[in-house]
């Protein structure tokens, strides 16, 4: 009896977790359902839920032995006995079974008030709280769905008298009403046939309407953009099949016996481009370097898409020989691997570009891409990829020498900028604490050996012709001597530094002066004139520009000492100060140019400073400029709707002026077709009757102020009297209106 005790407390735990895994699937599927608002979703959250919640509290795998822990902890008459009741009594002792019986004895009236350990509250709060989310999500969903975006249009062709006619006149209806849409047949799209005359199609489609009538009718018309095309009858029906080129909108009319004219609303005809294929190459650099002992291969993996099909796809493959004049070109066409299956959307192919078999040589470079068409009759679209690159390194390089009559390369080699020079020294000094004295002193001396390299590369701008050649302001070795025999104290740095106002200098200024006097008298011409044997004239320079490179390179000859004597810190102010004085000689190359662009008249000395000012007049002129407001017509309309919201008569001149803004909508409207349908059926109600009411025209108005844009304002100050309060009342005020 003990034992179908414990079995029964076992179920009601089992029941009771159970229960707690549906709250939890409830939940679950009440947040799927309220968010998505679909009945399907909301019963695969509840299957989810349900599993999710199983498997984690697993009420199967409830055991015996979790069962009689629970009891003899929360029930003290089980003594800590309850597990005798699960055994036999053949296999216990004779005080095991006094005990089983006692233990069973007393749980008869305290384990059917024993409640199993369960979170139920718990459980049915995370369930109501899911609920409440799936409202919340519904609420925002609704709250930020926008509105008014998508007209409703109706599904299918509903003709209204466009005047009031006789009430006992009978009424011609539309009995049957046939639209087939013939889709080019390089699209692979079946044929359909529908009633919906809002149709969508790919461009280049055969779209053909099947109109019955119960009733006499004529002159049965589609208006399509303001051209009128006259529908034919054949088989006790009217007809009609057009060519889709581009987007725009159509209406049908016809008149009846009687004369009264009946017309539809707008429908929309959206024609589908057809896209081009897509092409992409992937795992391969833009630009491929070989050596002449490489592979030379290009592993070309391409991947080509198109939304009806692709017809070929191929590789424009073009080899450049030679240089400069002598250039020449080879275009091949190369195929890809295997056989191209036609008319597939999506194709892998694959290539291996071998350079030898291109018949390349060193030297020579590699232009290639690959080029799809897809199945588009008459004329298939055609689409590329970017072009890549392959050279193979040329090994022979040319060394220019002066000999005999021969010319010399002016082309300077690549050297570092004075910029990047500045960034390496800055990165030098951040990472000395890091570098071993030895590993730092052979990087400033490989700078100082770079700012040396600098210095002479623009040196050949000044005309210096030898990289051997002393320095301004170095010491010549017969006068060091001279100085040193005088016993003179010798500074060191006198081989690396450049002091203009040094002695040598001084001398040398002397030794100028003195040849001037021995040779004979100085030409006085001397300093007007553009001497090309002079280094220091041969350039195409000004004299300021000159000057200011000459105090850049004596700048550059003390960035270079501190840097040879690993004293980079100090080296900094000098490089910076060369590099602002080769900005300043880069500016004023540029302003060179103005100063040649402008050649002013010669002056007439005679008339110079006279005062004579009798052949002058005055000159005035006046032109007007016809202003021409955008969206005129519709702009209009809107103050008309105003007046007859008021109250005032609807005239002829108001049928005009209203169909004159609808033609100005209708080049908008194909572009966006959504936007402005709306308004543009609101205008083509207007021509009837009964739809002339107050509240009509208020809506119509209100549809076109919310497509026309704002007025362009002419150019002028204007007086703003809004603040930012203001503004937004009056957006309030828009909203809710």
């Known amino acids: ?306 939304d009806f099909g692709i017809n070929d796809a191929y590789i424009v493959a073009t080899v450049s020989k030679g240089s400069g004049e002598s250039v020449k070109f080879r275009e091949e066409t190369i195929r890809f691997d295997g056989t191209l299956s036609k008319g597939e959307k999506q194709l892998q192919l694959k290539k291996l570009l071998d350079l030898d078999k291109l018949k390349m040589d060193p030297g020579d470079e590699l232009y290639f891409y690959v080029e799809a068409k897809d199945n588009k009759i008459p004329t298939p679209n055609i689409s590329r990829s970017e072009t890549y690159f392959a050279v193979i390194r040329d090994t022979i390089t040319d060394d220019f020498a002066v000999e005999s009559t021969l010319g010399v390369d002016q082309m300077p080699d690549y050297f570092r900028s004075q910029r990047q020079l500045i960034i390496d020294t800055e990165k030098l000094i951040k990472d000395r604490p890091s570098l071993s004295e030895k590993d730092f002193k052979f990087k400033s001396n490989e700078l100082g050996f770079d700012q040396k390299s600098l210095r002479l590369k623009y040196g050949q701008f000044m005309g210096d012709e030898t990289e051997l050649q002393a320095a301004p302001g170095q010491v010549s070795s017969v006068e060091s001597e001279h100085e040193e025999e005088e016993g003179e104290e010798k500074d060191l740095l006198d081989a690396y530094s450049h002091k203009h106002d040094s002695d040598n200098e001084h001398n040398l200024v002397e030794e100028h002066e003195g040849h001037n006097e021995e040779g004979g008298e100085e030409d006085p011409l001397h300093d007007y004139l553009h001497n090309h044997d002079d280094p220091e004239e041969s350039t195409l320079f000004e004299k300021s520009l000159k000057a200011k490179l000459r105090d850049a390179l004596s700048i550059m000859w003390d960035a270079e000492l501190y840097l040879r004597l690993y004293q980079p810190e100090k080296s900094l102010p000098y490089q910076y100060k060369a590099l602002k004085i080769i900005q300043e000689i880069k500016n004023s190359a540029r302003i060179y140019v103005h100063r040649i662009g402008f050649d002013p008249p010669p002056i007439k000395e005679e008339k110079r400073l006279t005062g004579d000012i009798e052949a002058i007049s005055n000159y005035d002129k006046k032109q007007e400029f016809e202003y021409q407001m955008s969206f005129a017509s519709s702009r209009k309309a809107i103050a008309r709707l105003e007046q007859l919201i008021k109250g005032t008569e609807f005239t002829e001149s108001d049928r005009d002026l209203f169909q004159n803004a609808g033609n100005e909508l209708a080049k908008k409207a194909v572009e966006e077709p959504v936007k402005y349908l709306k308004v543009l059926q609101g205008l083509r109600d207007l021509d009837k009757s009964t739809n002339r009411t107050k509240e009509h025209y208020a809506t119509v108005q209100k549809s076109l102020l919310s497509v026309l844009p704002q007025v362009e304002n002419n150019p002028g100050k204007g007086n703003q009297y809004e603040d930012e309060i203001n503004r937004l009342f009056i957006n309030e005020l828009g909203k809710n209106d």
């Open 1 to 306: 009896m003990g034992d179908k005790r414990l079995n029964d407390f076992k179920r009601r735990w089992q029941l009771v977790q159970y229960t707690e895994c549906v709250l939890y699937a409830v939940g679950v599927a009440g947040l799927s359902y309220l968010a998505s608002q679909s009945f399907y979703l909301g019963i695969l959250g509840f299957v989810v839920g349900m599993a999710v919640a199983l498997l984690l509290f697993k009420p199967w795998k409830l055991s015996s032995e979790q069962t009689v822990a629970y009891v003899d902890a929360h029930v003290p008459e089980a003594g800590y006995s309850s597990a005798l009741l699960l055994m036999s009594p053949s296999e216990l002792s004779n005080l095991s079974k006094l005990q089983r019986y006692r233990v069973a004895t007393q749980l008869d009236a305290v384990i059917a008030k024993l409640k199993p350990p369960h979170q139920l509250p718990m459980a049915a709060m995370v369930m109501f709280g899911l609920i409440m989310i799936g409202l919340a999500t519904q609420f925002m969903l609704k709250e930020f769905q926008p509105k008014d975006q998508t007209p409703s249009t109706p599904q299918s062709i509903q003709f209204a008298p466009l005047d009031s006619v006789e009430t006992n006149a009978a009424i011609p209806k539309l009995s049957s009403t046939k639209i087939t849409i013939h889709q080019p047949d390089y699209t692979g799209i079946a044929n359909v046939s529908t009633e919906n005359p809002n149709i969508s199609a790919v461009t280049g489609a055969v779209i053909s309407w099947q109109l019955e009538f119960d009733g006499e009718v004529s002159n049965v018309r589609m208006d399509r953009m303001g051209e009128i095309f006259t529908l034919s009858q054949k088989n006790g029906g009217f007809n009609l099949s057009q060519t889709l080129e581009t987007s725009g909108f159509y209406s049908f009319s016809f008149e009846d016996a009687n004369g009264n004219k009946f017309v539809t609303d707008l429908y929309s005809l959206e024609a589908i481009e057809d896209q081009t294929p897509l092409v992409e190459i992937d795992g391969l650099d833009q630009y491929s370097y070989f050596e002449f002992d490489d592979a030379k291969q290009l592993p070309l993996n391409t991947k080509v898409s198109d």
